[in-house]
Protein backbone atom coordinates (compact mmCIF):
# COMPACT_ATOMS: atom_id res chain seq x y z
CA UNK A 1 0.00 0.00 0.00
CA UNK A 2 2.96 2.59 0.55
CA UNK A 3 4.32 1.88 -2.32
CA UNK A 4 1.50 2.39 -4.52
CA UNK A 5 0.96 5.56 -2.54
CA UNK A 6 4.30 6.81 -3.41
CA UNK A 7 3.71 5.90 -6.99
CA UNK A 8 0.70 7.89 -7.29
CA UNK A 9 2.35 10.68 -5.35
CA UNK A 10 4.98 10.69 -8.08
CA UNK A 11 3.32 10.50 -10.78
CA UNK A 12 0.64 13.10 -9.60
CA UNK A 13 4.36 15.83 -8.98
CA UNK A 14 5.47 14.84 -12.18
CA UNK A 15 2.29 15.34 -14.13
CA UNK A 16 2.07 19.05 -11.82
CA UNK A 17 5.00 20.33 -13.22
CA UNK A 18 3.81 21.87 -16.55
CA UNK A 19 4.02 25.86 -16.16
CA UNK A 20 0.93 27.59 -17.23
CA UNK A 21 0.80 28.81 -20.81
CA UNK A 22 0.24 32.35 -21.55
CA UNK A 23 -1.13 32.63 -24.70
CA UNK A 24 0.06 35.94 -26.11
CA UNK A 25 3.90 34.75 -25.22
CA UNK A 26 2.97 31.94 -27.22
CA UNK A 27 1.68 33.73 -29.87
CA UNK A 28 4.54 36.33 -29.34
CA UNK A 29 7.60 33.96 -29.78
CA UNK A 30 5.28 31.83 -32.66
CA UNK A 31 5.88 34.78 -34.56
CA UNK A 32 9.35 35.72 -33.63
CA UNK A 33 10.85 32.51 -34.54
CA UNK A 34 9.54 33.44 -37.85
CA UNK A 35 13.41 33.15 -39.59
CA UNK A 36 14.11 36.83 -40.05
CA UNK A 37 17.98 36.94 -41.18
CA UNK A 38 18.11 33.36 -41.83
CA UNK A 39 19.24 32.25 -44.99
CA UNK A 40 16.76 32.83 -47.67
CA UNK A 41 15.81 29.62 -50.26
CA UNK A 42 13.14 30.96 -52.68
CA UNK A 43 9.99 28.81 -53.50
CA UNK A 44 10.49 26.61 -56.32
CA UNK A 45 8.21 25.15 -59.01
CA UNK A 46 8.04 22.19 -59.81
CA UNK A 47 4.76 21.21 -61.71
CA UNK A 48 2.05 23.03 -63.60
CA UNK A 49 -0.24 22.58 -66.74
CA UNK A 50 -0.04 26.89 -67.61
CA UNK A 51 2.79 29.31 -66.79
CA UNK A 52 2.05 33.19 -67.46
CA UNK A 53 3.91 36.11 -66.28
CA UNK A 54 2.09 39.61 -65.95
CA UNK A 55 5.34 42.46 -65.97
CA UNK A 56 2.58 44.82 -65.11
CA UNK A 57 1.79 43.42 -61.48
CA UNK A 58 5.58 43.04 -60.70
CA UNK A 59 7.76 39.85 -60.86
CA UNK A 60 4.46 37.51 -60.22
CA UNK A 61 3.63 34.26 -61.78
CA UNK A 62 0.09 32.78 -62.69
CA UNK A 63 0.07 29.04 -62.90
CA UNK A 64 -2.55 27.09 -62.97
CA UNK A 65 -3.78 23.24 -62.90
CA UNK A 66 -2.29 20.12 -61.30
CA UNK A 67 0.90 22.87 -59.20
CA UNK A 68 3.46 21.62 -56.96
CA UNK A 69 5.61 23.52 -55.59
CA UNK A 70 8.59 22.97 -53.32
CA UNK A 71 10.18 24.69 -50.38
CA UNK A 72 12.92 23.47 -47.46
CA UNK A 73 11.57 19.64 -48.02
CA UNK A 74 8.17 20.89 -47.91
CA UNK A 75 5.74 20.14 -51.08
CA UNK A 76 2.65 21.95 -51.90
CA UNK A 77 -0.19 20.98 -53.87
CA UNK A 78 -3.01 23.29 -55.49
CA UNK A 79 -5.32 23.88 -58.43
CA UNK A 80 -3.60 27.49 -59.26
CA UNK A 81 -1.61 29.65 -57.38
CA UNK A 82 0.11 33.34 -57.83
CA UNK A 83 3.94 32.76 -57.19
CA UNK A 84 5.80 36.15 -55.83
CA UNK A 85 8.92 36.03 -56.81
CA UNK A 86 9.94 39.54 -54.98
CA UNK A 87 8.36 38.55 -51.86
CA UNK A 88 9.41 34.65 -51.82
CA UNK A 89 5.48 33.80 -51.40
CA UNK A 90 2.70 32.13 -52.75
CA UNK A 91 -0.97 32.45 -52.84
CA UNK A 92 -2.75 28.97 -53.83
CA UNK A 93 -5.90 27.98 -54.43
CA UNK A 94 -8.37 25.16 -54.61
CA UNK A 95 -7.65 21.24 -53.44
CA UNK A 96 -4.23 22.84 -51.80
CA UNK A 97 -2.31 19.98 -49.82
CA UNK A 98 1.49 20.78 -48.05
CA UNK A 99 2.95 17.02 -47.40
CA UNK A 100 5.57 18.64 -44.79
CA UNK A 101 7.53 15.43 -43.66
CA UNK A 102 6.86 11.41 -43.44
CA UNK A 103 3.94 11.81 -41.33
CA UNK A 104 2.65 15.90 -41.50
CA UNK A 105 -0.06 17.15 -44.05
CA UNK A 106 -1.99 20.18 -44.43
CA UNK A 107 -4.89 20.48 -46.13
CA UNK A 108 -7.36 23.57 -47.63
CA UNK A 109 -9.31 25.68 -49.98
CA UNK A 110 -7.03 28.89 -49.77
CA UNK A 111 -3.17 29.43 -48.82
CA UNK A 112 -1.15 32.73 -48.13
CA UNK A 113 2.73 31.03 -48.03
CA UNK A 114 5.87 33.47 -47.02
CA UNK A 115 9.00 31.36 -48.36
CA UNK A 116 10.77 34.11 -45.62
CA UNK A 117 9.29 33.60 -42.64
CA UNK A 118 7.86 30.00 -43.40
CA UNK A 119 4.55 30.80 -42.38
CA UNK A 120 1.26 29.15 -43.68
CA UNK A 121 -1.90 30.64 -43.30
CA UNK A 122 -4.73 28.48 -44.80
CA UNK A 123 -8.32 28.92 -44.61
CA UNK A 124 -11.54 27.25 -45.67
CA UNK A 125 -12.02 23.67 -44.87
CA UNK A 126 -8.82 22.91 -43.34
CA UNK A 127 -6.94 19.98 -42.02
CA UNK A 128 -3.82 19.40 -40.21
CA UNK A 129 -3.63 15.42 -39.85
CA UNK A 130 -0.70 12.94 -38.83
CA UNK A 131 -0.70 9.18 -37.87
CA UNK A 132 -2.92 9.82 -34.88
CA UNK A 133 -4.34 12.93 -35.31
CA UNK A 134 -6.73 15.31 -37.22
CA UNK A 135 -7.24 18.80 -36.72
CA UNK A 136 -10.28 20.58 -38.39
CA UNK A 137 -10.69 24.57 -38.71
CA UNK A 138 -11.52 27.18 -40.65
CA UNK A 139 -8.58 28.91 -40.44
CA UNK A 140 -4.79 27.56 -39.40
CA UNK A 141 -1.81 29.34 -39.57
CA UNK A 142 1.54 26.87 -39.40
CA UNK A 143 5.14 28.08 -38.34
CA UNK A 144 7.47 25.58 -40.16
CA UNK A 145 10.34 26.93 -37.92
CA UNK A 146 8.76 26.00 -34.75
CA UNK A 147 6.76 23.26 -36.37
CA UNK A 148 3.46 25.04 -34.53
CA UNK A 149 -0.20 25.51 -36.08
CA UNK A 150 -2.42 27.68 -34.54
CA UNK A 151 -6.03 28.65 -35.13
CA UNK A 152 -8.31 31.30 -33.13
CA UNK A 153 -11.72 30.98 -34.80
CA UNK A 154 -12.63 27.50 -33.52
CA UNK A 155 -10.95 23.93 -34.36
CA UNK A 156 -11.17 20.88 -33.63
CA UNK A 157 -8.79 17.39 -32.93
CA UNK A 158 -9.37 14.08 -32.45
CA UNK A 159 -6.62 11.82 -31.77
CA UNK A 160 -8.48 8.22 -31.23
CA UNK A 161 -11.49 7.85 -29.69
CA UNK A 162 -11.15 11.70 -28.38
CA UNK A 163 -12.75 14.76 -29.81
CA UNK A 164 -11.66 18.55 -28.76
CA UNK A 165 -13.26 21.16 -29.44
CA UNK A 166 -12.18 24.99 -29.17
CA UNK A 167 -11.94 28.90 -29.66
CA UNK A 168 -8.70 29.18 -30.00
CA UNK A 169 -5.53 26.18 -30.15
CA UNK A 170 -1.81 25.91 -30.44
CA UNK A 171 -0.63 22.45 -32.02
CA UNK A 172 2.98 21.83 -31.80
CA UNK A 173 3.45 18.84 -34.46
CA UNK A 174 7.12 18.36 -32.91
CA UNK A 175 6.32 17.33 -29.34
CA UNK A 176 3.04 16.52 -30.60
CA UNK A 177 1.55 18.84 -27.82
CA UNK A 178 -1.78 20.83 -28.19
CA UNK A 179 -2.83 23.88 -26.04
CA UNK A 180 -6.27 24.68 -25.74
CA UNK A 181 -8.12 28.16 -24.81
CA UNK A 182 -11.78 29.17 -24.49
CA UNK A 183 -14.58 26.95 -24.57
CA UNK A 184 -13.02 23.60 -24.38
CA UNK A 185 -14.62 20.03 -24.60
CA UNK A 186 -13.16 17.03 -24.52
CA UNK A 187 -15.11 14.04 -25.47
CA UNK A 188 -14.47 10.34 -25.07
CA UNK A 189 -16.16 7.26 -24.37
CA UNK A 190 -16.17 7.52 -21.08
CA UNK A 191 -16.83 11.36 -20.05
CA UNK A 192 -17.73 14.95 -21.19
CA UNK A 193 -14.77 17.45 -20.19
CA UNK A 194 -15.47 21.15 -19.93
CA UNK A 195 -12.20 23.40 -19.54
CA UNK A 196 -11.20 26.84 -20.43
CA UNK A 197 -7.26 26.07 -20.91
CA UNK A 198 -6.01 22.53 -21.56
CA UNK A 199 -2.79 20.49 -23.05
CA UNK A 200 -3.25 17.47 -24.94
CA UNK A 201 -0.73 14.79 -25.27
CA UNK A 202 -1.53 12.94 -28.61
CA UNK A 203 1.24 10.36 -28.26
CA UNK A 204 0.45 9.29 -24.64
CA UNK A 205 -3.23 10.80 -24.94
CA UNK A 206 -3.55 12.52 -21.52
CA UNK A 207 -4.57 15.90 -21.01
CA UNK A 208 -3.78 18.19 -18.30
CA UNK A 209 -5.59 21.00 -17.09
CA UNK A 210 -5.35 24.63 -15.60
CA UNK A 211 -8.33 25.78 -15.21
CA UNK A 212 -11.83 24.90 -13.28
CA UNK A 213 -12.67 22.16 -15.44
CA UNK A 214 -15.83 19.82 -15.14
CA UNK A 215 -16.33 16.17 -15.58
CA UNK A 216 -19.33 14.15 -16.54
CA UNK A 217 -20.10 10.49 -17.39
CA UNK A 218 -22.53 8.02 -17.08
CA UNK A 219 -21.52 7.33 -13.20
CA UNK A 220 -19.56 10.42 -12.05
CA UNK A 221 -19.17 13.90 -12.05
CA UNK A 222 -15.76 15.12 -11.08
CA UNK A 223 -14.14 18.77 -10.76
CA UNK A 224 -10.93 20.06 -10.27
CA UNK A 225 -8.72 23.29 -11.49
CA UNK A 226 -6.05 21.69 -11.89
CA UNK A 227 -4.72 18.11 -12.93
CA UNK A 228 -4.60 15.45 -15.79
CA UNK A 229 -6.95 12.55 -17.21
CA UNK A 230 -5.29 10.03 -19.40
CA UNK A 231 -8.32 9.18 -22.18
CA UNK A 232 -6.78 5.79 -22.63
CA UNK A 233 -6.37 4.67 -19.07
CA UNK A 234 -9.29 6.16 -17.46
CA UNK A 235 -7.04 7.33 -14.36
CA UNK A 236 -6.63 10.74 -13.50
CA UNK A 237 -5.23 13.76 -10.72
CA UNK A 238 -7.25 16.43 -9.57
CA UNK A 239 -6.32 19.53 -7.03
CA UNK A 240 -7.20 22.64 -6.28
CA UNK A 241 -11.34 22.24 -4.65
CA UNK A 242 -11.38 19.05 -6.55
CA UNK A 243 -14.35 16.72 -5.91
CA UNK A 244 -15.46 13.29 -7.58
CA UNK A 245 -19.08 12.03 -6.95
CA UNK A 246 -21.59 9.79 -8.00
CA UNK A 247 -24.60 10.93 -6.65
CA UNK A 248 -24.94 9.44 -4.05
CA UNK A 249 -21.27 9.19 -2.73
CA UNK A 250 -18.59 12.17 -2.84
CA UNK A 251 -14.93 12.45 -2.41
CA UNK A 252 -13.62 16.00 -1.20
CA UNK A 253 -9.39 17.17 -1.30
CA UNK A 254 -7.17 19.18 -2.08
CA UNK A 255 -5.53 16.19 -4.14
CA UNK A 256 -7.65 13.12 -5.81
CA UNK A 257 -6.07 10.35 -7.59
CA UNK A 258 -9.01 8.41 -9.37
CA UNK A 259 -9.10 5.58 -11.68
CA UNK A 260 -12.51 5.61 -13.72
CA UNK A 261 -12.57 1.80 -14.95
CA UNK A 262 -12.26 0.04 -11.21
CA UNK A 263 -13.99 3.10 -9.63
CA UNK A 264 -10.94 3.80 -7.48
CA UNK A 265 -9.70 6.75 -5.40
CA UNK A 266 -7.18 7.99 -3.24
CA UNK A 267 -7.58 11.19 -1.63
CA UNK A 268 -4.46 13.81 -0.10
CA UNK A 269 -5.18 16.49 2.61
CA UNK A 270 -8.37 17.85 3.74
CA UNK A 271 -10.30 14.89 2.23
CA UNK A 272 -14.29 14.86 3.12
CA UNK A 273 -15.83 11.23 1.59
CA UNK A 274 -19.65 12.48 2.12
CA UNK A 275 -22.83 10.51 1.86
CA UNK A 276 -25.48 12.56 1.63
CA UNK A 277 -28.82 9.63 1.46
CA UNK A 278 -27.25 8.45 5.10
CA UNK A 279 -26.52 11.64 6.49
CA UNK A 280 -22.45 10.29 7.12
CA UNK A 281 -18.92 12.18 6.21
CA UNK A 282 -15.67 11.26 6.85
CA UNK A 283 -12.82 13.32 6.97
CA UNK A 284 -8.92 12.97 7.31
CA UNK A 285 -6.01 13.87 5.56
CA UNK A 286 -5.44 10.76 3.81
CA UNK A 287 -8.03 7.98 1.97
CA UNK A 288 -8.98 5.73 -0.14
CA UNK A 289 -12.21 4.54 -1.47
CA UNK A 290 -12.52 1.66 -3.56
CA UNK A 291 -16.33 1.61 -4.54
CA UNK A 292 -16.18 -1.57 -6.52
CA UNK A 293 -14.41 -3.49 -3.59
CA UNK A 294 -17.06 -1.82 -1.07
CA UNK A 295 -14.94 0.33 1.36
CA UNK A 296 -13.61 3.26 2.31
CA UNK A 297 -10.38 3.97 4.54
CA UNK A 298 -9.38 7.24 6.13
CA UNK A 299 -6.28 8.02 8.08
CA UNK A 300 -4.63 11.04 9.66
CA UNK A 301 -6.63 12.98 11.61
CA UNK A 302 -9.99 10.70 10.84
CA UNK A 303 -12.76 11.54 11.78
CA UNK A 304 -16.46 10.16 11.10
CA UNK A 305 -19.78 12.58 11.60
CA UNK A 306 -23.11 10.94 11.15
CA UNK A 307 -25.94 13.78 11.50
CA UNK A 308 -29.28 12.06 13.49
CA UNK A 309 -32.68 13.59 14.01
CA UNK A 310 -31.81 15.87 17.15
CA UNK A 311 -27.94 15.50 17.50
CA UNK A 312 -24.48 14.38 15.54
CA UNK A 313 -22.53 12.08 16.62
CA UNK A 314 -18.68 12.56 16.06
CA UNK A 315 -16.03 9.77 16.08
CA UNK A 316 -12.37 10.02 16.14
CA UNK A 317 -9.66 7.48 15.49
CA UNK A 318 -6.24 7.14 14.08
CA UNK A 319 -7.62 4.76 11.04
CA UNK A 320 -11.37 4.99 9.63
CA UNK A 321 -12.90 2.12 7.63
CA UNK A 322 -15.78 1.56 6.11
CA UNK A 323 -17.61 -1.23 4.53
CA UNK A 324 -20.38 -0.74 2.21
CA UNK A 325 -23.91 -3.13 0.68
CA UNK A 326 -23.94 -3.82 -2.74
CA UNK A 327 -26.06 -0.13 -3.26
CA UNK A 328 -23.00 1.51 -0.94
CA UNK A 329 -24.83 1.70 1.71
CA UNK A 330 -22.69 1.73 4.80
CA UNK A 331 -22.64 -1.40 6.57
CA UNK A 332 -19.87 -1.55 9.29
CA UNK A 333 -17.17 1.23 10.45
CA UNK A 334 -14.17 -0.28 12.27
CA UNK A 335 -12.09 2.49 13.90
CA UNK A 336 -8.80 1.74 15.20
CA UNK A 337 -5.95 3.02 17.87
CA UNK A 338 -7.31 5.92 19.96
CA UNK A 339 -11.13 6.07 19.60
CA UNK A 340 -12.91 9.13 21.01
CA UNK A 341 -16.63 9.71 20.22
CA UNK A 342 -18.65 12.72 21.24
CA UNK A 343 -22.25 13.39 20.85
CA UNK A 344 -24.28 16.11 23.52
CA UNK A 345 -25.31 13.25 25.68
CA UNK A 346 -22.85 10.55 25.80
CA UNK A 347 -19.38 10.56 25.05
CA UNK A 348 -16.88 7.92 25.01
CA UNK A 349 -12.58 6.41 24.44
CA UNK A 350 -10.98 3.05 23.76
CA UNK A 351 -8.73 1.42 21.48
CA UNK A 352 -10.83 0.09 18.74
CA UNK A 353 -14.54 0.28 18.15
CA UNK A 354 -16.76 -1.26 15.57
CA UNK A 355 -20.73 0.24 14.50
CA UNK A 356 -22.83 -2.47 12.89
CA UNK A 357 -25.29 -0.65 10.62
CA UNK A 358 -27.44 -3.62 10.07
CA UNK A 359 -27.47 -4.99 13.87
CA UNK A 360 -27.56 -1.26 15.28
CA UNK A 361 -24.61 -2.21 17.72
CA UNK A 362 -22.00 -0.44 18.75
CA UNK A 363 -18.55 -2.55 20.25
CA UNK A 364 -16.29 -0.94 22.27
CA UNK A 365 -12.78 -2.82 23.15
CA UNK A 366 -9.19 -2.51 24.53
CA UNK A 367 -9.87 -0.30 28.23
CA UNK A 368 -13.43 1.43 27.06
CA UNK A 369 -14.85 4.65 29.01
CA UNK A 370 -18.14 6.24 28.21
CA UNK A 371 -19.57 9.58 30.44
CA UNK A 372 -23.33 10.14 30.33
CA UNK A 373 -24.33 12.93 32.38
CA UNK A 374 -22.41 12.90 35.42
CA UNK A 375 -21.77 8.80 35.27
CA UNK A 376 -18.47 7.28 33.74
CA UNK A 377 -18.82 3.99 33.06
CA UNK A 378 -16.36 1.10 32.46
CA UNK A 379 -15.86 -2.49 31.55
CA UNK A 380 -13.11 -4.41 29.56
CA UNK A 381 -16.00 -4.50 26.69
CA UNK A 382 -19.01 -2.09 26.07
CA UNK A 383 -21.65 -2.51 23.58
CA UNK A 384 -24.45 -0.39 22.27
CA UNK A 385 -27.59 -1.26 21.10
CA UNK A 386 -29.18 1.38 19.03
CA UNK A 387 -33.47 1.71 17.87
CA UNK A 388 -33.96 4.53 15.31
CA UNK A 389 -30.56 5.64 15.83
CA UNK A 390 -30.79 6.01 19.38
CA UNK A 391 -29.34 4.62 22.41
CA UNK A 392 -31.89 1.83 23.93
CA UNK A 393 -29.07 -0.40 25.67
CA UNK A 394 -25.34 -0.49 27.00
CA UNK A 395 -23.76 -3.53 28.21
CA UNK A 396 -20.82 -3.40 30.56
CA UNK A 397 -19.22 -7.09 30.24
CA UNK A 398 -16.71 -8.12 32.92
CA UNK A 399 -15.53 -5.44 35.46
CA UNK A 400 -18.10 -3.15 35.21
CA UNK A 401 -17.83 0.25 36.67
CA UNK A 402 -19.98 3.56 37.15
CA UNK A 403 -18.24 6.43 38.90
CA UNK A 404 -20.03 9.43 39.67
CA UNK A 405 -18.49 12.80 41.06
CA UNK A 406 -20.21 13.71 44.53
CA UNK A 407 -17.40 16.75 44.32
CA UNK A 408 -13.54 16.50 43.35
CA UNK A 409 -11.87 14.29 45.63
CA UNK A 410 -16.00 12.42 46.56
CA UNK A 411 -17.00 9.71 44.40
CA UNK A 412 -20.54 7.37 43.93
CA UNK A 413 -19.52 3.85 42.68
CA UNK A 414 -20.99 1.19 41.87
CA UNK A 415 -19.00 -2.04 40.37
CA UNK A 416 -20.26 -5.58 39.17
CA UNK A 417 -19.71 -8.40 36.96
CA UNK A 418 -21.84 -7.24 34.29
CA UNK A 419 -24.67 -4.41 33.52
CA UNK A 420 -26.79 -3.56 31.43
CA UNK A 421 -28.08 0.23 30.99
CA UNK A 422 -31.37 1.09 29.96
CA UNK A 423 -31.94 4.55 28.20
CA UNK A 424 -35.41 6.44 27.12
CA UNK A 425 -34.65 9.24 24.35
CA UNK A 426 -30.73 8.62 24.86
CA UNK A 427 -30.97 8.94 28.97
CA UNK A 428 -29.93 6.61 30.98
CA UNK A 429 -32.84 5.56 33.18
CA UNK A 430 -32.03 2.36 34.86
CA UNK A 431 -28.45 -0.16 35.34
CA UNK A 432 -29.09 -3.71 36.23
CA UNK A 433 -25.88 -5.21 38.02
CA UNK A 434 -25.70 -8.60 37.81
CA UNK A 435 -23.14 -10.56 39.87
CA UNK A 436 -20.48 -9.94 42.59
CA UNK A 437 -22.37 -6.71 42.79
CA UNK A 438 -21.00 -3.33 45.03
CA UNK A 439 -21.71 0.10 45.96
CA UNK A 440 -20.27 3.04 48.05
CA UNK A 441 -22.63 5.52 48.38
CA UNK A 442 -22.35 9.33 49.89
CA UNK A 443 -25.57 9.48 51.45
CA UNK A 444 -26.91 13.12 51.85
CA UNK A 445 -30.11 14.66 53.99
CA UNK A 446 -32.20 17.42 52.07
CA UNK A 447 -29.95 20.18 52.85
CA UNK A 448 -27.24 18.10 50.84
CA UNK A 449 -25.40 17.65 54.11
CA UNK A 450 -23.33 13.92 54.26
CA UNK A 451 -25.26 11.75 56.58
CA UNK A 452 -23.02 8.89 56.00
CA UNK A 453 -21.31 6.80 53.22
CA UNK A 454 -23.01 3.66 52.48
CA UNK A 455 -21.26 0.39 51.50
CA UNK A 456 -23.33 -2.33 50.25
CA UNK A 457 -22.50 -5.86 48.91
CA UNK A 458 -25.14 -7.88 46.83
CA UNK A 459 -25.58 -10.52 44.03
CA UNK A 460 -28.09 -8.25 41.73
CA UNK A 461 -28.74 -4.47 42.36
CA UNK A 462 -30.89 -2.15 40.47
CA UNK A 463 -29.91 1.89 39.86
CA UNK A 464 -33.04 4.10 38.79
CA UNK A 465 -31.97 7.94 37.40
CA UNK A 466 -32.96 10.84 37.15
CA UNK A 467 -31.61 13.75 35.40
CA UNK A 468 -28.56 11.29 35.06
CA UNK A 469 -28.51 11.36 38.54
CA UNK A 470 -28.72 7.99 40.71
CA UNK A 471 -32.10 8.48 42.38
CA UNK A 472 -32.16 5.06 43.75
CA UNK A 473 -30.41 1.66 44.73
CA UNK A 474 -32.65 -1.47 44.70
CA UNK A 475 -30.77 -4.15 46.26
CA UNK A 476 -31.19 -8.22 45.90
CA UNK A 477 -29.62 -11.14 46.74
CA UNK A 478 -27.91 -11.73 50.70
CA UNK A 479 -27.70 -7.83 50.58
CA UNK A 480 -24.80 -6.91 53.09
CA UNK A 481 -24.94 -2.91 53.86
CA UNK A 482 -23.07 -0.13 56.58
CA UNK A 483 -23.37 2.87 57.57
CA UNK A 484 -20.76 4.65 58.34
CA UNK A 485 -19.45 8.20 58.89
CA UNK A 486 -16.75 9.68 56.74
CA UNK A 487 -14.25 10.21 59.53
CA UNK A 488 -14.16 6.41 60.75
CA UNK A 489 -13.40 5.26 56.86
CA UNK A 490 -9.54 5.29 56.02
CA UNK A 491 -8.83 6.94 52.75
CA UNK A 492 -8.53 3.49 51.10
CA UNK A 493 -12.18 2.59 52.21
CA UNK A 494 -13.44 5.20 50.21
CA UNK A 495 -12.52 3.60 46.66
CA UNK A 496 -13.63 0.11 45.63
CA UNK A 497 -10.94 -2.15 44.09
CA UNK A 498 -10.00 -1.11 40.41
CA UNK A 499 -11.25 2.33 40.92
CA UNK A 500 -10.39 4.92 38.03
CA UNK A 501 -11.75 8.49 37.53
CA UNK A 502 -10.67 9.47 34.03
CA UNK A 503 -12.48 12.37 33.83
CA UNK A 504 -9.16 13.93 32.63
CA UNK A 505 -9.29 11.96 28.83
CA UNK A 506 -13.12 12.77 28.25
CA UNK A 507 -13.87 14.88 25.31
CA UNK A 508 -15.74 18.44 26.01
CA UNK A 509 -16.50 18.66 22.21
CA UNK A 510 -15.82 17.60 18.60
CA UNK A 511 -13.06 19.79 18.65
CA UNK A 512 -11.78 18.24 21.71
CA UNK A 513 -11.58 14.89 20.11
CA UNK A 514 -7.94 15.57 18.70
CA UNK A 515 -6.73 16.47 21.65
CA UNK A 516 -3.41 14.70 23.02
CA UNK A 517 -3.17 13.25 26.23
Not at 132 to 150: Q, V
Not at 476 to 492: C, F, H, V, W
Request: some cysteine; charged content about 20%.
Amino acid sequence: MNVFRKNVTAILSKKMNWVHVNLFLLLFGFFLSAGFGQNMTKIELKQASQLSHDITMGEMQRIIGNVIFEHDGAVMYCDSAWLFDKTNSVEAFGRIKIQLNDTVSLFGDHLNYDGNTKIATLTGKVLMKDNKTRLNSEMLIFDRNANTAYYNTGGILRSGKDTLTSKIGTYNSSSKEVFFKDSVVLRNGSYVINSDTLMFETKTQIANFYSPTHFLSSKNRMYCERGWYNTKSDKSVFQQNAFVTNGKQSIFGDSIYFDQKINYGLGYQNVTISDSLNKIKFKGNFAEYRQDGGYSYVADSALAIMVEQLDTFYLHADTLKVLFDSVQNPQRIFAYRHCKFFRTDIQGACDSLVYMAVDSMIFMYKKPVVWSGDNQLQADTVIFSLKNKQIDKMYLNSSAFIISAVDTTRFNQIKGRYMVGNFILNKLKTVDVDGNAESLYYVMDDFEKLIGINKTESSYMTLELDSNLVNSILISGSPKATMSPESKLELNDLKLRDFNWMIGIKPLNQFDLFRKE
